[in-house]
């Protein structure tokens, strides 16, 4: 127990060592309307299937989950009020009497039994399906739960808290309502109106469980994909806030009078691989494509000194769990990329088709520079260019050779692995079918650790096996930025595990300065 509740703490630490913190002058005032400019197309509001970090700034818009992070990135009660374990098996959850959803159903543990029992269920295509898999939901009473793991599993209640495990009305889904489209929680906005890949318009709800909550009276959400226009939106004041500031505008922003910069590192660029698709199918491919990469030319040219290079795993080396031995797991080396080609059989001139979001500066960028890259082993790479939906319907079909994508760190602990590369994770793996048994044993075996050192030797072994599988190219570190105009009150930026969270985790406490 001991260990146990000394892993938690050094989890929790970690997060909170990953705060950003800034105090806002003046007394906070409720009312007002905040605009919020997005990055991404958001085409669907389903509380439980990422789609991108605009999503996740909407999911926590209108659901709440069991736990969650607040802005010192500490984890607190949310519509559970409090939780015990003895073993990191069994958890039982006294949950929050009173809680209505925004259609006026009553909260309870049968809505919480059906939100988990949906994550795990496959024909869901949950986010979270892998890191929730084989837990028993049971109903104690009204307001109790009891969740049972096949093995202990320290990581839970960091899951519990991921907005990809919100609640919804279990009476709601009885109608079968069109969760894309229409949301029903608990949370702290409701959704008025929703064009999908257009706009969202949210109003305060009234009946808040935390008393005092929201401050603002509306959000306006407009999806701005274009950089220039996202920028311009918030220097012509049109919005009052944008989020993926481009790289290029950051340090230009943080000089203009007006405007407040925050940012923090946390994401990384990658080349998500078909594992599927020939020549792909062959790790010594893959391998090849991360010696090929100039990721020091990417850093420089997409993201202008607000990025640094990944030779290795995505671990922090504030982590932990971080392994300076696999550090250096890759360098630039086109020789050998072209021996490791040549290994596996691949012809001079072998076409694939990379897939890249166009919406964002950095994806172009990054795939420009690998284009060419490639091209210099032998390897043609025709670009694509999508839009944010597209890139979202390939990577759930399996239908791309490989693409550029960047990622959040999603957990704070190395359990993210399965989240990246579990077999049953609908995020990378299971759309293509990617299996690897190495990787499945040490996940489960990671998980079930409680204590601290025991589980760095098994992460240990875990990053060697992706580095030698190599199912993605990890390209680099990068910044994340928000901007906002100074009439803006209440938000801090996180970093780490809660980059693509704080918007969301700062929206009930948020205010206009007027």
């Known amino acids: 127990m001991k260990r146990l509740l000394a892993l938690l703490a050094l989890v929790s630490s970690l997060v909170f060592a990953l705060a950003v913190p800034r105090s806002d002058a003046g007394q906070p005032m409720s009312g007002g309307t905040l605009r919020y400019g997005m990055v991404t197309e958001v085409s669907s509001l389903d509380p ?10 909407l999911n926590a818009a209108f659901y709440d989950t069991l736990l969650a992070f607040n ?31 925004h259609g006026g159903e009553p909260f309870t543990a049968r809505d919480v039994k059906y939100s988990l029992e949906r994550v795990m269920d496959p024909k869901t295509g949950a986010t979270l399906r892998e890191n929730l898999l084989g837990t028993k939901v049971t109903v104690v009473d009204d307001f109790t739960i009891r969740l049972e793991r096949p093995t202990p599993d320290a990581t839970l209640l960091n899951v519990l808290a991921m907005p990809e495990v919100a609640i919804l009305s279990s009476e709601w889904m009885k109608s079968d309502p069109n969760v894309k489209v229409k949301a029903n929680g608990t949370g702290p906005f409701i959704l008025k109106d929703y064009e999908p890949g257009v706009r969202a318009v949210a109003e305060k709800n009234p009946n808040y469980f935390r008393k005092g909550q ?59 691989i078909n594992t599927k698709k020939k020549p792909l199918d062959d790790p010594r491919v893959r391998r090849a494509l991360a010696f090929a990469v100039d990721r020091e030319a ?53 076409e694939l088709e990379l897939l890249v979001f166009q919406g964002l500066g950095i994806y172009t960028s990054t ?37 550029v994508y960047g ?45 601290t050192d025991a589980r ?20 680099n570190w990068r910044d994340q930025a928000q901007a906002y105009r100074d009439s803006v009150q209440g938000y801090k930026q996180l970093g780490g595990a809660l980059s693509e969270s704080g918007p969301g985790i700062a929206l009930p406490v948020m205010w206009i300065k007027r």
């Open 48 to 57: 439980h299937v990422y789609v991108g970090s605009s999503w996740k700034v």
């Open 298 to 350: 990417i850093s420089k040219a997409a993201f202008f000194g607000h990025g640094s290079p990944l030779y290795g795993p995505p671990t922090s080396p504030d982590s932990p769990y971080f392994n300076k031995d696999l550090a250096n797991a890759f360098s630039y080396d086109p020789q050998k990329a072209k021996a490791l080609l040549k290994e596996a059989g691949v012809p001079e001139g072998q």
């Open 367 to 403: 795939a420009q520079i690998v284009q060419a890259n490639l091209m210099q082993v032998g390897i043609n790479a025709r670009i694509k260019l999508v839009e944010w939906a597209n890139v979202v319907e390939s990577k759930n079909k399996g239908a791309y050779d490989f693409m």
């Open 456 to 475: 760095k030797k098994v992460y240990a072994e875990l990053e060697r096996r992706v580095i030698e599988v190599s199912p993605w190219v990890f390209i």
């Open 71 to 101: 802005q010192d990135a500490r984890l607190v009660p949310a519509l559970a009020e409090s939780w015990d374990t003895s073993d990191a098996k069994t958890y039982v959850l006294k949950l929050r009497k009173g809680v209505r959803f």
């Open 407 to 451: 990622v959040n760190v999603k957990l704070p602990d190395p359990d993210v692995y399965a989240y990246y590369f579990g077999a049953d994770s609908s995020y990378w793996a299971s759309p293509i079918g990617f299996r690897d048994e190495t990787i499945e044993t040490l996940v489960k075996k990671g998980r079930a650790l409680t204590d």
């Open 214 to 272: 929201p401050l603002l009276d509306r959000l306006e959400f407009r999806m701005i994909k274009n950089d220039d226009a996202r920028v311009n939106a918030l220097r012509t004041a049109a919005v009052d806030m944008i989020e993926f500031v481009p790289w290029k505008d950051i340090d230009n922003l943080k000089r203009q009078s007006g405007i407040r910069v925050e940012a923090s590192g946390g994401a990384f660029m990658n080349l998500w």
